[in-house]
């Protein structure tokens, strides 16, 4: 098998996944999706309320944000993996509304086994963590962004990491002052991956 045919075969058994309790209220499995040999993994935390009705990654309000940082750091989207932590979508109903909650450290554990299956056969020259889930699921403990943010570091499975923000984190950021700082950081990390990888 080809490595886009391993992972599309991979994906078609994630559809399948109740390895934890979230698949029962999530519409669909969120797979990563991208170029087979990146040199460049992107992993964020879960999908969200568009990208579980869609069944993509990172194609809503934070998919937007990611792609303009993506754009304005010199990396094409077609040339990455981008994937998440978790792939199913954790929310509260209130209302008609689905409010997202965070995956926790169980539902981020049970979820690395297809982490694992992705990082394997991409086999990524360096993986970005899009926050702080992400970088737990990477790294088997909770960090903090600010401290660890826009650095090489080794993960386990010979893995070399770089943290980052969460573009939903930009996202919510009141002052448009302090938000296209918080984006141009975003950028300044991931132009770092971009020279590494
Ligand atoms: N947030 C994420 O972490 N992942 C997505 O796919 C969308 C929003």
Known sequence: MTGPEALAALARDAANCIRCPLYRDATQTVFGEGAADAP???????PGDQEDR???PFVGPAGGVLDRALEAAGIARGAVYVTNAVKHFKFERRGKRRLHKGPNAGEIAACRWWLDRELALVRPSLVVALGASAAHALLGRAVTISRTRGRVMEASGDVRLLVTTHPSAILRVPDAEAR???FDALVADLVVAREVA
């Open 180 to 182: 296209a700082k918080a």
């Open 54 to 56: 869609k069944g993509h």
């Open 40 to 46: 460049l993994m992107l992993v964020g935390e879960q």
